[in-house]
């Protein structure tokens, strides 16, 4: 009797042990892209669910695009930030400068590619009203992605008139985003996907049908319920299995702000995005400059405790908002034969310079770095004779969190 009674009273016990108190919760992440919402509007207007996440841990403006001006400068389009979000580089490398996405280059892999190449065993999921975004941008089954193959799906519904109709209005879009909300809830409470992308697009159609006004209003509404579904599986999650979720929603640019229906320029109004998490963002970081849409690859790497391969590392074109850092804001620029580099150092360490000639580093297959010298982080400059003769020149600056990276054109 009193044995039984223990052993109702232990397995009693444990069902009451709320999951925080386990060792080792399994991280896991899932993103939402709420395609072109502007800044000012949401944080003007009422949206419960995304203002409570806000309130609860994170909201940041960030920027899309790239350095304007700069080789790495990205236009403000759909394509083209979903893919610095998935890569974590822009579009000089990614090369998604488009919706089209006629020629990606796959030599810098997605999120989805690296975990899965780290662990295989690992599961992932997308519900997304674009197809594109699992054939093309994460490049599923292709063999320059490896093959890759996404464990759970909802997606290519717009091309299923039957079912959706298209209608001037958009409202099968709208009908659609219900549904891949529908299908992630139903996953995610499931089977818990290790990395999942949410991507909804009627707040864009709306956008650019109407920009700043009432209907746009409304779809945000709506994307905000939508959101709320995704909290609640992820709560639902989290009380029943030992499991430490990040949430991170996005957008991928903003819009004009003379009618607030297009994008793709380079205004400020354009470029900038907001991030908002149920994670504390920056609590480690310095604040460099404002966070970009890259820099969510590595702090969801680093929720994920993915252990990123250097050759991937190096080539991130942000940083982590989660954890420790080593350096941030690289630049370099040419003095006579000299090359000079500044960089914001976040910690007292030696840092690994390497460099690689390029005669096109938009186009070419590989980078060949050498290691030119060590440096001490806290000077946060130095300089090293250029004797590669080559039109450009790609700098990686690595520490013992984070490198970064900076391409010079010589010529
Ligand atoms: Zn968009």
């Known amino acids: 009797m009193r044995a039984h009674l223990c052993a109702f009273l232990l397995a009693g016990f444990h069902l009451l ?20 919402i502007p800044a000012d509007v949401l944080e003007k207007h009422p949206a419960p669910a995304m203002h409570a996440l806000a309130a609860q841990a994170t909201y940041t403006r960030a920027y899309v695009g790239g350095e304007r001006g700069g080789y790495s400068q990205s236009p403000t389009i759909s394509a083209v930030g979903y893919n610095s979000l998935l890569t974590g580089t822009w579009a000089n490398k990614h090369q998604v400068w488009d919706n089209d996405i006629a020629a990606p280059s796959y030599r810098y892999p997605t999120l989805f590619r690296v975990m899965k190449s780290v662990h295989p065993e690992k599961t992932t999921g997308i519900f997304s009203t674009w197809l594109d975004n699992r054939t093309k941008l994460v490049g599923e089954g292709l063999a320059a992605t490896g093959g890759i193959k996404i464990d759970f799906t909802a997606d290519g519904y717009e091309h299923d008139t039957i079912t959706y109709p298209h209608d001037a209005d958009a409202a099968y879009i709208q009908l659609i985003d219900e549904r891949v909300v529908s299908e992630a809830d139903a996953v995610i409470r499931k089977q818990g996907p290790d990395l999942s992308w949410v991507y909804l697009e009627y707040t864009d159609d709306m956008g650019h049908r109407y920009g700043d006004s009432r209907q746009q209003y409304e779809a945000i509404n709506l994307l905000d319920r939508q959101v709320a579904r995704v909290a609640a599986a992820v709560a639902f999650r989290e009380q029943q299995f030992a499991e430490d979720w990040m949430i991170i929603i996005t957008t991928d640019h903003g819009r004009d702000s003379i009618s607030g229906k297009d994008h793709g320029g380079q205004s400020d109004r354009e470029r900038t995005t907001w991030i908002i998490s149920n994670k504390k963002l920056g609590n480690e970081f310095k604040k460099p400059s404002m966070p970009a849409v890259v820099d969510i690859f590595p702090t969801v790497a680093r929720h994920l405790q993915l252990q990123l391969p250097e050759w991937v590392e190096r080539e991130l074109d942000g940083q982590s908002l989660i954890g420790p850092l080593s350096i941030s804001d690289l630049s370099a620029v040419k003095s006579g034969k000299e090359i000079e580099l500044n960089w914001k150092s976040h910690n007292s360490e030696k840092l690994q ?59």
């Open 17 to 36: 042990v709320p999951p925080e108190s386990f060792a080792q919760r399994i991280p896991k992440a899932i993103f939402i892209i709420a395609d072109g």
């Open 353 to 411: 310079l390497f460099a690689a000639p390029s005669d096109d580093p938009f186009h070419e297959s590989s980078s060949q770095y050498s290691k030119i010298k060590s440096v001490q982080s806290a000077k946060g400059k130095m300089s090293f004779n250029d004797s590669f003769g080559s039109p450009w020149v790609r700098i990686v600056l690595k520490g013992r969190y984070n490198s970064a990276n900076v391409w010079l054109k010589t010529k």
